[in-house]
């Protein structure tokens, strides 16, 4: 496909890198024909995917919004306001196309006591303010910390995001009329079933509008979106935060400005990834981060609520309905918007049961069942297998996906460091030199490894000369040198002379700069 000579018609459309000179045309990679908006533009089929995408994800965010607003302690337009900002403003400023930015509950539960204590201007500064802390944060390379995050977390991430959706579907099932069942199941049966005859329309999208069309011809008494709360009947407008500008404001939303602004930071990264691997394309993680700080911005401004990336509405548009551009993020927010302000009165008919089970799926497609398959966990390792499970446990127990991520990479660590810990050996090598025992030290000696070097020579039997050969061995840290002068020490107690040899580059400038300062004596 000839790429286009003519300058992009916005920031919307991806831009792909300029191709070498050759006496062929310039042609899409596969990665750019993927995610590409002029590629998908110049495709009638992949057009209607993402245009229908965006439909049924603007159908899923409404009850989702209103939800986090009540979460939150505001009114539901402003939580719908906010979903229409970041969907639209990240569109244009992400760095992973056909993500779904919206208000979420993790960051609703994180400013929940601004509200609650300050009001709602209070709640807009902490939003701007967080934005702004997102920009920074990206600029001083945040998001290169994504290659600390081990797969066992990332699964943990996964598996507890599919729970926490299919958790939240349940305040919907119980004490309700008994007509939502047969509802939820006809409509998880249209989902399941419909992609085997046709793909030509989202099968949740023909789920929705197949039982509000039922529900209303046979005026049947359901819980629909309108009982959720009530839809705005207007544009957002531009506003500034009503507070003053002083240190005390900003003593008292700086706290839950920063909580935002990691939370949002985190899932928006971690979901990036996932979708990277589901649709085999990479993203700019840089550009996420400062994207989802400006879109927090805008957001702010507008009377939003804030946010960041939606995992559940992110796997409606890339795994259910199979969008791949930022067309489908970009139409999501324009829909949304649409028809809560236009078409409020037939929106608010849908039947809560059709959107529980799209929803339901999503958790379905999105738990990563392999993980926990018999076979699976005999031939994964104890240590890894202990992270997912850690990390799920703390995200089901705290609704909190930050914590969980975090407690997962802190569990990897130590668990990581404490088999490594064991790699290390010290063995004795045969020498012809009289009166000389040789040690050879194999392995990384960092702090949890080196504790155990000292008690690992024989200070008594050797004889008065021992050379500590560590060529099969790296110093990685303070704590090593520190082993290593508390080994040579007790020889020296002994009348013995100790001598460490055969350290590589770097290993001997560390302990060249730190042997014999690393106590309070010098």
């Known amino acids: 496909m000839p790429e286009a000579t003519t300058p992009d018609p916005g ?37 209607r995917t993402e245009v229908l995408a965006g439909l049924v994800v ?24 906010a979903s229409f900002t970041m969907a639209v403003s990240i569109a244009f400023l992400g ?48 998001a290169r910390l994504m290659r600390f995050v081990p797969r066992s977390v990332m699964v943990g991430f996964v598996n507890s995001l599919a729970i926490l959706i299919f958790m939240a579907q349940l305040p919907h099932l119980i004490d309700v009329p008994w007509l939502v069942y047969p509802l939820v199941a006809v409509a998880l049966a249209v989902i399941v079933l419909l992609p085997r005859v046709t793909t030509a329309v989202p099968a949740p999208l023909v789920a929705i509008v197949g039982l509000t069309v039922v529900t209303v011809a046979a005026a049947v008494a359901v819980p629909t979106v309108g009982d959720e709360g009530a839809l705005p009947d207007s544009l957002p407008g531009l506003v500034l935060p009503d507070v003053p500008f002083t240190l005390e404001t900003l003593r008292v939303i700086a706290p839950y400005a920063l909580a935002m602004a990691l939370v949002g930071l985190m899932e928006s990264l971690m979901t990036a990834k996932l979708v990277d691997e589901i649709t085999d394309t990479h993203s700019n993680k840089t550009r996420e981060s400062w994207g ?27 795994k259910a309905s199979g969008a791949r551009t930022r067309i489908s993020t970009f139409l999501a927010g324009v829909f949304l918007l649409v028809l809560v302000v236009v078409l409020g ?39 890894e297998t202990t992270v997912m499970v850690t990390t799920v446990a703390v995200v089901v127990l705290t609704h909190n996906l930050a914590i969980g991520v975090g407690v997962g990479v802190l569990a990897a660590m130590v668990l990581f460091a404490r088999r490594v810990a064991h790699l290390t050996n010290v063995v004795e090598v045969p020498t012809d030199v009289a009166d ?87």
């Open 292 to 318: 989802q700080g400006v879109a927090n911005l805008v957001t702010g401004f507008f009377g939003g609520m804030g946010g960041c990336a939606m995992i559940g509405q992110t796997m409606i548009n890339v």
């Open 436 to 522: 000389t025992k040789v040690y050879a030290v194999q392995g990384e000696l960092f702090f949890a490894s080196s504790n155990d070097l000292v008690t690992q020579f024989d200070y008594v039997g050797d004889p008065a000369r021992v050379v500590i050969d560590l060529t099969a061995a790296r110093v990685w840290d303070a704590s090593s040198v520190a082993a290593l002068d508390a080994v040579v020490h007790r020889y020296a107690q002994k009348g013995k002379t100790a001598e460490v040899m055969g350290l590589d580059g770097h290993s001997l400038d560390r302990h060249e700069r730190l042997a014999g300062h690393l106590t309070g004596a010098h």
């Open 95 to 142: 760095g992973r196309p056909a993500m779904i930015s919206a208000a979420t509950g993790a960051i609703a539960l994180v400013i929940a006591p601004v509200v609650r204590d300050h009001g709602l201007d209070y709640l807009l500064a902490t939003v701007v303010l967080g934005g702004l802390i997102q920009v920074v944060l990206a600029l001083l390379g945040v």
């Open 11 to 47: 920031a919307l459309v991806s831009r792909p890198a300029p191709a070498a000179a050759t006496t062929e045309p310039a042609r899409f990679s596969h990665e750019e024909e993927t995610t590409s908006v002029l590629a998908a533009l110049r495709s009638p089929a992949k057009l």
């Open 58 to 81: 603007a159908l899923a965010l409404i009850p989702e919004a209103i939800s986090f607003s009540i979460i939150a302690g505001v009114d539901p337009r402003v939580g719908l306001f």
């Open 345 to 383: 009165d037939l929106v608010g008919l849908i039947p809560m049961a059709a959107l529980v089970a799209v929803m339901v799926m999503v958790s379905v497609a999105t738990f990563d069942w392999h993980s926990v398959r018999p076979s699976t966990l005999r031939r994964m390792p104890r240590s």
